[in-house]
Every structure is written in C-alpha cells, then in structure tokens.
C-alpha cells in the first residue's frame, strides 16, 4: 500500500483488496445480503429507485453495480439504456447472468471499471444511482466528481448506503449485531476470513448524514437531501449535477 497521505475520502491501495474481496464472495453475495438483511434490503433498492421516477430518465448509470440488482430494479423506471460499472469481474458476471435470466441483456450493460476513472465522455446519463457502494470508493471525491461529470446538467444522482442508528435501542442492537453477528455468519457462508468484518469497519468510518451531503456538494451536486431508512440502518442521498 502507498504510504503517502491520501487526499480527502481516499484509501491508498484499497481498489485492489476491495476488488478481490468482491471476487472470492462473489458465489454468495446475494444469498449473503438478503439474509443478513432480513430482506429488507430489497425494499431499500425500491425506495432507491423510486427517488427517480419523477425525473423519467433514458439513460442510467449503476456506478459500483455488483451484481446488478439496483440496475434490474431501475427497469421499472422504463428507460432506454442503463450501464452497470464495477471493479469486481466476478460480480459482473454474475450481474450479466441475472440480466439474461430477465431477458433485458438489450437495455442493461455490464461495464469493468472504476468510480474514479469512468470511461464515458461529459453529459452522457440523465441520472446515476449507488447502492451500497460508494464507501468501497479508494477516493470517495474522486468518485463523485467523476459521477458529476458524466450526469447531464441537472441531473440526479441517487445514493443508498449504510448508516448509524442515533438513538437507543436501536443504535446499541445495531452495534452488536453489525460486530457480532454479521461477521461471524458471513465468514461461515462465504468463506471468506475477512469480507464481513470489513462490512462494520467501512460503514463505521464512513460520513453519514450531512456529512455525505457536504461531500456532495464539495464535488459537484446541488438540491440535496438524506433521508434515513428503517431507524437509520441506511441511508438515501439525492443530489443533482450542478448546471
């Protein structure tokens, strides 16, 4: 890893490490994430996706896709064309069976890439949408500046993502299940030593609130708002490429 000091919001090696963590847990991810969630992880991705049924766009970008279900969801939306972006191949494999299995392999696209270096010229989406994503960034600003700038004027970019519960008891049996349970079921199902214990530790250091919104605004979004989900486990974030 580098030994430099990273710039605002960056992990100094973290792409590769996060990178081939999504890779070993690919086989399991989904399985992982609806049971550890209760399910309720789906409803999340609705309300997600709801946030932008008001602006109809044509085309979407789903920055750190995994395996596709926030763009499946978008579907409902009717649009022409959503692009899928993701550093995990493994994921997008999985994302683009998932695509297939729903006959939609004409209108979702699987792209390998990173948040930091999108491979789209200025202008060319309507809206993008994150899920549970943008706190695996290697530089959360770098990120969402390039997201601005590939979002039209005015466009609207739409961020799920964990958060902290503030008040008790939910903020307590919060904490006990994200250190204890989860990591200790996730290591058993997916194999993996590590996966679910970097779960906690990322969403525990990462800005939540209006924190996340004054990183917004530092990289280019304007309109913004949070709204917190099911007692503030997560979280939902609008914001609007500035014109």
């Not at 409902?76 to 299995?101: F, N, Q, T, W, Y």
């Not at 960034?137 to 770098?142: D, I």
């Not at 008790?168 to 679910?196: D, W």
Request: no cysteine.
């Amino acid at each position: 890893m580098s030994q430099g000091i990273p710039e605002p919001g960056q992990a100094p090696g973290k792409r590769e490490d996060v990178q081939a963590m999504f890779d070993a847990i690919a086989p399991r991810y989904d399985f992982l994430n609806h049971l550890l969630s209760f399910g309720i992880d789906r409803i999340w991705r609705r309300k997600a996706v709801a946030m932008l049924r008001a602006d109809a766009p044509r085309t979407i970008l789903d920055v750190a896709t995994g395996t596709g279900d926030l763009a499946i969801r978008a579907l409902k939306l009717g649009p022409e064309k959503i692009v899928g972006v993701d550093i995990s191949e493994a994921m997008l494999e999985r994302a683009r069976a998932k695509i297939a299995g729903v006959g939609a392999g004409d209108i979702i696209e699987m792209r390998s890439g990173a948040s930091e270096q999108l491979q789209f010229e200025d202008n060319s989406f309507d809206a993008a949408m994150v899920a549970f994503g943008v706190r695996n960034f290697e530089n959360l600003r770098a990120g969402l500046s390039e997201i601005a700038r590939v979002v039209r004027p005015g466009g609207p970019l739409v961020v799920l993502e964990f958060s902290r519960p503030r008040h008790f008891p939910i903020k307590q049996l919060y904490g006990l299940y994200f250190r204890y349970v989860i990591p200790n079921v996730g290591r058993t199902v997916s194999r993996h030593e590590h996966a679910y214990q970097y779960l906690p530790d990322s969403v525990g250091v990462f800005p939540t609130g209006n924190a996340f919104l004054e990183e917004m605004a530092a990289t280019g979004f304007e309109d913004l708002r949070s709204k917190p989900l099911t007692f503030g486990i997560a979280s939902l974030y609008f914001g609007r490429a500035i014109t």
